[in-house]
């Protein structure tokens, strides 16, 4: 018998084992369902398309990222802009929007980077530029410093002194060099690398510290909360001194001490495969899946809302309230996409917005409150 | 097979690394050792004596000559603002190491050496072990380069600079090479019995090398170099000539007289002293030095001690007197009469500050004008003398005179009055002065090449357009910082604040890269003042040049300055505003773009500057630099001439009419040369306008629109050859119809951005990109083409074909106007540090200079990219075909351009063609014959351009 058998067959058994003394969960309080939602198509609401690819609230503004073009809604009406339009490259697959100069900057997948600023689009690429690569996945930016995520690699560029920078495997722990997200906070840079785990970069001490999971397994996570739940990162969130870490094969939380892993055999996550995660705050996270929204409502009593369609002919989608994995009550909502492959969702303010492989979803928060009630 | 395959690309992948990685730190292992080093096992009887013919041979002292005045003046011809001491240009020639970091020069390195054994042969420490130098081929390896005739000739190849000040003879290679001629090999270091050496307590001998740290610039009269010039530095070495060993035998000492207590006793310092009495820094090889007449330094060389005169003499600090010299030069030596006065004057080294350092004429050249709200005080921003002058409007008398920094340029004052700030272009600052006290009372760094400026209505935020930078540098003005920068497009320029405050308006000197053989396209780059933010950027099609700006008091509309520019084919448009129209932009609040002609037929208005708007509304008055005029606008007449057209006319007919001008535009001024920037008085009645090659303002009386006085800001009367040649550069009377001068495509000596396609070699064919005048003397020949070899060439006879329709430039105006370009200086680069280089640009640099592609394989010496760019211009000066030749050329071979500031210069290559400097590889060298560059990976590239950045 095999190591990985034997592994297997003890996991799966366990759960029977603990079924027999298990009581059923209770909620510990109300977590907040969105049942509010109204939905955006290239046809019927001006998007230049249907594959929504990035999204990013800039107040009360929206910029989407879509394949085929820029998106902004403001005061209700979109406004769109297509290569015709400047736009140096179709397929917006990031969006960062500088609080500092107000520009915005776009991940292009496949032309670079541009940067759209006052009505003009700056274009920065392999060929004209320190860039490292035209596959862009996503940006973020840190005080002058925008820093971009390509499939080869991460780059920096100083918006004030032109300086670019290229991190590889040459020159930073990447085991991989197909970096898939990016975000930053205070003084420090978090990137998500497909294989390669989740890496920080120190601003200040110019070091990077890598985080990959301890157990080296690729088809399971042989113990659940050692450290990151698998080196397939999809994305990576800091929000309130909370990592936030998306993979094929479930979410990882840090709080810089401990790890804690989800998949979806004991959390409510409808799939292991996240395309997304993004944390709402130090207890709050939606995992943008391949079978819909799992959101991790209070990381304390390990609550989620998950929206999905129950049913393929279903028109609108359900919003189950779970404890761990364990569904307690389920609720209609008005949501009535037709994908549930989830790219990439957005916060803004008490709203939420998801893109999907077919469209684009908003969530009206109202009354909305963090946590449990 | 797929895993063979990877297999290979990783084994291949490896080799990559690895021979990578053993270039790096072959090439980081190797450091500068000095001649000491050298002259170890260079300098012993027999064939290994070269070090004492280097001694004395011109190379040694060719960083002491720097401190010549003549060097002084070699620089100002050659562009160069700095002391020749702290130019990398200069010092590319007169040193060795000059463009390395600290870290590779050995301890034992002394600059002062000058041109030593390292500067030809390469850095020593890889291969100066007796082992490796005893293998040619080791040493090769391991670095030591034999020189070619190629190589002396980067630094001995004529120089315009050097030709004007020395006349200097042609240089003749073989004559040269005869000269230094030091054959032989070398040896083994000769053992001399270990001692233990001691030191003394007392005083001891340093050498002169350590005095030389304190005692080198011109604030201490350059007495290292002073003595490195003299007999004195050379006493050693000359023991070694024939000559010195026939006076030797005569006097019958025997064997040589470097090693003869007779010959040392007078030849070298400190002889007679037991080793204890010297440091491990004294050299003995440095002949008399600074100890034989001032004593051993050890106890009296700190700083502290030296300042204080007792402290001094009481640490062995001697007094110098007549018996000092006397000690070794008696009456009469080899019947020579010693006279001691003349030896102490031509020894001379104390002076705290020399004569010799540059002591030309100094003049103003106001450039920007303030006024204060009570209209009394005007404060103008001059960048030749860097200073603010403060002057009562009323009286014209000045008040005061505030040295500011390197070349100040705008000038504004806070909303309360209580603060001027000025921006120094030349320094990347903005220096804040009390307006009472005239006190500076803060510099704040901003963006390169700061402008002009202006502040919000609360008096918080400073706008600074940064030309050098390409952006807006908005400061905190309470903490005196920069609080963050925005994007502008190319060159930012003038600045102006909307009526209501809301918005800032920002002019751009440049246009927007465009694709080829499409117009100009500009862009005035607005910022909303709420959130500090850019707001929109208006683009003004077909120009460039945009300059000026004010906005109008009504709110309804800015005004700006440009020109279009028809710099495609045709170049001469008779019907469309000829070859450069000269135009007044109006951007009105909706968006909409209006052109009108400044020009009118066969009177152009050549460099349109500045544009400012009196209060009422009524008048615009814009300054014509190329001409010597203002021209006053009548705002309703030009709103009437727009409102009274249609669409089409106003975008197609107005733009090139050249006969529309005169229903606008009341009258033209007569002001003094070169106008620049201008300003209204608070209450509408006066026009001040600066007079930048005058150095006076003009004043206007606006109810006569006449000028009724200048205010002379006290620059000298003597006009040199220099300013002739700076007045006849911005001067337009030369060109056929005054419609430009050779400052409208070369604006302050640099570059429009433009490619031209000039017609004289035929309408369509060999376009051609505009180059910087700034430091060029030394970089002839002239033109892509590489043609003209000289400057009067460029500027004589060809202007007077070509661009001059009229009469050609005399003798006399040609003479001046090369003057004046050679002496328009290069910026400072702002990617250089002192020292030291980022990680990114170390690595750059070992690109540049590597000899081995990314798979070890050997690039041919002429595909080497400091082949072709030596420093210190980095140019070799010649023409070659770097296979970017097109169908428009006729032409094969083109200049090797230099590549000093080589940034600020975009776009690249000889037609443009190239956006950014990386575009030159990755867009345009696809069969490596510009270097050897497809091996590279993006971040080898990308390190490359970085160190490129810092030439």
């Known amino acids: 018998m095999t190591r990985l058998t034997l592994i297997i067959i003890l996991f799966a058994g366990l759960p029977l084992l603990l079924c027999a003394g298990e009581e059923i969960p209770q909620l510990a309080g109300e977590p907040y369902v969105y049942t509010e939602w109204e939905t955006f198509y290239a046809e019927e609401n001006g998007l230049p398309n249907d594959h929504i690819?990035?999204?990013?609230?800039?107040?009360?503004?929206?910029?989407?990222?879509?394949?085929?073009?820029?998106?902004?809604?403001?005061?209700?009406?979109?406004?769109?802009?297509?290569?015709?339009?400047?736009?140096?490259?179709?397929?917006?697959?990031?969006?960062?929007?500088?609080?500092?100069?107000?520009?915005?900057?776009?991940?292009?997948?496949?032309?670079?980077?541009?940067?759209?600023?006052?009505?003009?689009?700056?274009?920065?690429?392999?060929?004209?530029?320190?860039?490292?690569?035209?596959?862009?996945?996503?940006?973020?930016?840190?005080?002058?410093?925008?820093?971009?995520?390509?499939?080869?690699?991460?780059?920096?560029?100083?918006?004030v002194t032109g300086e670019w920078e290229i991190f590889t495997d040459q020159n930073a722990p990447m085991e991989e060099i197909w970096c898939y997200s990016i975000d930053s906070h205070g003084k420090r840079v978090y990137v998500a690398v497909w294989g390669g785990g989740i890496l920080e970069w120190d601003v200040e001490t110019k070091h990077w510290d890598a985080h990959r999971d301890p157990d080296h397994e690729m088809e399971i996570d042989l113990y659940r909360d050692d450290g990151l739940i698998h080196i397939i990162t999809t994305s990576v969130s800091f929000r309130d001194d909370i990592m936030w870490a998306s993979t094929y094969f479930g979410l990882s939380r840090y709080d810089g001490r401990h790890w804690r892993g989800y998949t979806k055999v004991d959390s409510g996550l409808i799939s292991d495969f996240i395309n997304f995660a993004v944390g709402r705050d130090k207890n709050t996270c939606y995992c943008s899946t391949d079978l819909g929204l799992a959101v991790l409502a209070d990381f304390e009593s390990d609550t989620w809302v998950t929206y999905k369609r129950d049913a393929d002919d279903a028109e609108h989608w359900t919003a189950h309230l779970m404890v761990q994995d364990k569904i307690i009550r389920s609720v209609p909502t008005k949501l009535s996409l037709p994908n549930h492959f989830i790219i990439c969702s957005e916060f803004q303010g008490d709203d939420v917005w998801i893109g999907t492989g077919h469209g684009l979803a908003h969530g009206i928060g109202k009354g909305y409150y963090a946590g449990l009630k | 097979m797929l895993g063979y395959k990877k297999g290979l690309l990783a084994a291949g992948l490896l080799v990559m690394i690895s021979i990578s990685a053993s270039l790096d730190s072959w090439a980081a292992d190797r450091v500068y050792i000095g001649e000491q080093k050298c002259r170890a096992c260079h300098h012993n009887a027999g064939q290994r004596d070269q070090y004492n013919k280097w001694r004395l041979t011109k190379h040694a002292n060719a960083y002491a000559v720097l401190a010549m005045p003549e060097s002084q003046e070699i620089a100002k011809l050659s562009g160069i603002a700095d002391n020749p001491f702290d130019s990398p240009v200069c010092l590319g020639c007169h040193a060795t190491a000059s463009n390395v970091e600290d870290w590779e020069l050995d301890e034992t390195f002394h600059i002062q050496d000058g041109v030593q054994c390292e500067l030809c042969h390469g850095s020593g420490s890889e291969y100066a072990e007796l082992d490796v130098m005893r293998n040619p081929n080791a040493a090769m390896m391991a670095g030591l380069k034999m020189p070619t005739e190629q190589d002396c000739m980067i630094c001995h190849?004529?120089?315009?600079?050097?030709?004007?000040?020395?006349?200097?003879?042609?240089?003749?290679?073989?004559?040269?090479?005869?000269?230094?001629?030091?054959?032989?090999?070398?040896?083994?270091i000769p053992e001399e019995p270990k001692k233990p050496k001691k030191l003394i307590d007392g005083p001891k001998y340093v050498g002169a090398m350590s005095c030389a740290e304190c005692h080198r610039g011109a604030m201490m009269g350059y007495a290292v170099?002073?003595?490195?010039?003299?007999?004195?530095?050379?006493?050693?070495?000359?023991?070694?000539?024939?000559?010195?060993?026939?006076?030797?035998?005569?006097?019958?000492?025997?064997?040589?007289?470097?090693?003869?207590?007779?010959?040392?006793?007078?030849?070298?310092?400190?002889?007679?002293?037991?080793?204890?009495?010297?440091?491990?820094?004294?050299?003995?090889?440095?002949?008399?030095?600074?100890?034989?007449?001032?004593?051993?330094?050890?106890?009296?060389?700190?700083?502290?001690?030296?300042?204080?005169?007792?402290?001094?003499?009481?640490?062995?600090?001697?007094?110098?007197?007549?018996?000092?010299?006397?000690?070794?030069?008696?009456?009469?030596?080899?019947?020579?009469?010693?006279?001691?006065?003349?030896?102490?004057?031509?020894?001379?080294?104390?002076?705290?500050?020399?004569?010799?350092?540059?002591?030309?004429?100094?003049?103003?050249?106001?450039?920007?004008?303030?006024?204060?709200?009570?209209?009394?005080?005007?404060?103008?921003?001059?960048?030749?003398?860097?200073?603010?002058?403060?002057?009562?409007?009323?009286?014209?008398?000045?008040?005061?005179?505030?040295?500011?920094?390197?070349?100040?340029?705008?000038?504004?004052?806070?909303?309360?009055?209580?603060?001027?700030?000025?921006?120094?272009?030349?320094?990347?600052?903005?220096?804040?002065?009390?307006?009472?006290s005239f006190a500076i009372i803060k510099t704040i760094p901003v963006g390169d090449e700061p402008h002009q400026m202006t502040t919000n209505l609360e008096g918080t935020r400073l706008y600074v357009a940064n030309a050098g930078s390409d952006d807006v540098s908005i400061v905190d003005i309470q903490k005196g910082q920069e609080a963050k920068r925005l994007s502008a497009a190319r060159g930012a320029w003038g600045v102006s604040r909307s009526s209501d405050g809301e918005s800032v308006y920002v002019t751009n000197n440049l246009s927007h890269f465009v694709k080829f053989r499409e117009p100009c396209r500009s862009e005035v780059t607005v910022i909303e003042t709420k959130r500090d933010f850019i707001d929109t950027r208006i683009v003004i099609p077909e120009a460039n040049l945009v300059q000026g700006v004010d906005c109008s008091p009504d709110g309804e509309f800015a005004l700006v300055t440009m020109v279009r520019t028809k710099n495609l084919v045709p170049m001469t448009r008779v019907i469309q505003g000829w070859v450069m129209t000269n135009t007044l932009g109006v951007l009105w609040k909706d968006g909409r773009v209006d052109q009108l002609p400044l020009d009118e037929l066969d009177n152009g208005f050549a460099d349109p500057t500045d544009v400012v708007i009196t209060p009422d509304g009524k008048y615009a008055y814009v300054t014509g630099g190329g001409i010597d005029a203002v021209a006053v606008i009548d705002l309703d007449k030009m709103k009437s001439i727009l409102k009274n057209a249609t669409d089409e006319e106003r975008k197609n007919l107005l733009p090139n009419h050249l006969g529309v001008s005169t229903e606008f535009i009341l009258k033209r001024i007569t002001v003094g040369i070169g106008?620049?920037?201008?300003?209204?008085?608070?209450?509408?009645?006066?026009?001040?306008?600066?007079?930048?090659?005058?150095?006076?303002?003009?004043?206007?009386?606006?109810?006569?629109?006449?000028?009724?006085?200048?205010?002379?800001?006290?620059?000298?009367?003597?006009?040199?050859?220099?300013?002739?040649?700076?007045?006849?550069?911005?001067?337009?009377e030369v060109t056929f119809g005054r419609q430009f001068s050779c400052h409208s495509c070369h604006p302050d000596g640099g570059v429009d951005g433009v490619t031209y396609d000039i017609e004289p070699d035929g309408i369509g064919i060999n376009p051609v990109d505009n180059r910087t005048l700034r430091g060029i003397l030394d970089t002839a020949p002239f033109k892509w083409t590489g043609k003209n070899p000289s400057l009067s060439r460029q500027c004589g006879p060809r202007l007077a074909v070509f661009f001059t329709r009229i009469d050609p430039f005399t003798p006399e105006q040609v003479k001046a106007l090369d003057r004046y370009i050679c002496t328009i200086p290069?910026?400072?680069?702002?990617?250089?540090?002192?020292?030291?280089?980022?990680?990114?640009?170390?690595?750059?640099?070992?690109?540049?200079?590597?000899?081995?592609?990314?798979?070890?394989?050997?690039i041919p010496l002429d595909n080497r990219c400091n082949s072709c760019h030596p420093a210190p211009y980095y140019t070799s000066r010649d023409v070659v075909n770097i296979g970017v030749i097109s169908e428009l050329d006729t032409d094969l071979e083109f200049d090797i351009p230099h590549l000093n500031n080589i940034y600020e210069t975009a776009p690249y290559m000889h037609d443009g063609r190239a956006e950014t400097l990386e575009e030159i590889w990755t867009r345009y060298n696809p069969f490596d014959r510009h270097g050897v560059t497809n091996d590279m990976t993006k971040d080898q590239l990308k390190d490359l351009v970085e160190y490129l950045k810092t030439l």
Not at chain 2, 159 to 172: E, N, P, R, W
Not at chain 2, 306 to 311: E, T
Request: charged fraction near 25%; charge should be neutral; hydrophobic fraction near 35%.
């Open chain 2, 157 to 188: 190849k004529d120089k315009g600079s050097h030709l004007a000040v020395l006349k200097v003879k042609k240089f003749d290679y073989k004559m040269a090479l005869g000269e230094i001629a030091h054959s032989g090999k070398g040896g083994p």
């Open chain 2, 826 to 858: 290069r910026n400072p680069n702002r990617f250089r540090l002192d020292g030291e280089m980022t990680p990114a640009q170390r690595r750059g640099k070992i690109i540049f200079e590597r000899t081995m592609d990314n798979s070890g394989k050997e």
């Open chain 2, 225 to 436: 170099s002073k003595w490195r010039l003299s007999s004195h530095s050379k006493a050693f070495a000359v023991l070694g000539t024939q000559k010195a060993k026939e006076i030797a035998k005569k006097r019958g000492i025997e064997g040589n007289p470097q090693q003869a207590e007779q010959c040392l006793k007078c030849h070298s310092t400190g002889h007679g002293e037991q080793a204890g009495w010297f440091t491990e820094s004294f050299d003995v090889a440095q002949g008399v030095q600074c100890e034989s007449c001032h004593g051993p330094g050890s106890e009296y060389m700190l700083e502290a001690v030296m300042l204080d005169p007792i402290a001094s003499r009481e640490s062995g600090l001697w007094k110098v007197n007549r018996e000092t010299c006397l000690r070794c030069h008696p009456k009469e030596v080899d019947g020579k009469p010693f006279d001691y006065e003349k030896a102490v004057k031509k020894i001379e080294h104390f002076k705290k500050k020399d004569k010799t350092a540059s002591a030309g004429i100094e003049y103003k050249t106001p450039f920007n004008i303030a006024v204060s709200r009570d209209g009394e005080r005007l404060y103008i921003a001059c960048e030749a003398s860097d200073s603010l002058i403060v002057v009562e409007a009323a009286s014209g008398q000045r008040i005061a005179e505030i040295q500011v920094e390197n070349l100040p340029h705008g000038v504004c004052l806070s909303p309360d009055q209580s603060q001027v700030f000025v921006s120094n272009r030349g320094a990347d600052t903005v220096s804040v002065i009390d307006s009472q």
């Open chain 1, 53 to 159: 690819f990035s999204l990013r609230a800039d107040g009360d503004r929206l910029w989407v990222g879509t394949e085929d073009g820029l998106a902004l809604l403001e005061d209700g009406k979109w406004k769109v802009w297509q290569e015709k339009d400047g736009l140096p490259f179709k397929v917006v697959s990031g969006i960062a929007v500088s609080q500092k100069t107000g520009d915005v900057w776009l991940g292009l997948f496949g032309g670079g980077v541009a940067r759209f600023s006052g009505g003009r689009f700056d274009h920065f690429h392999q060929l004209n530029s320190g860039l490292v690569n035209d596959v862009v996945y996503a940006l973020t930016i840190l005080d002058d410093e925008l820093w971009v995520a390509t499939t080869a690699g991460v780059s920096s560029y100083n918006t």
């Open chain 2, 675 to 732: 106008p620049r920037g201008l300003t209204v008085s608070p209450d509408g009645k006066y026009v001040y306008v600066a007079d930048a090659l005058d150095d006076a303002i003009s004043v206007i009386d606006v109810a006569k629109q006449e000028r009724i006085k200048t205010i002379d800001l006290g620059g000298p009367q003597q006009i040199t050859e220099e300013r002739m040649g700076e007045r006849i550069f911005h001067n337009a």
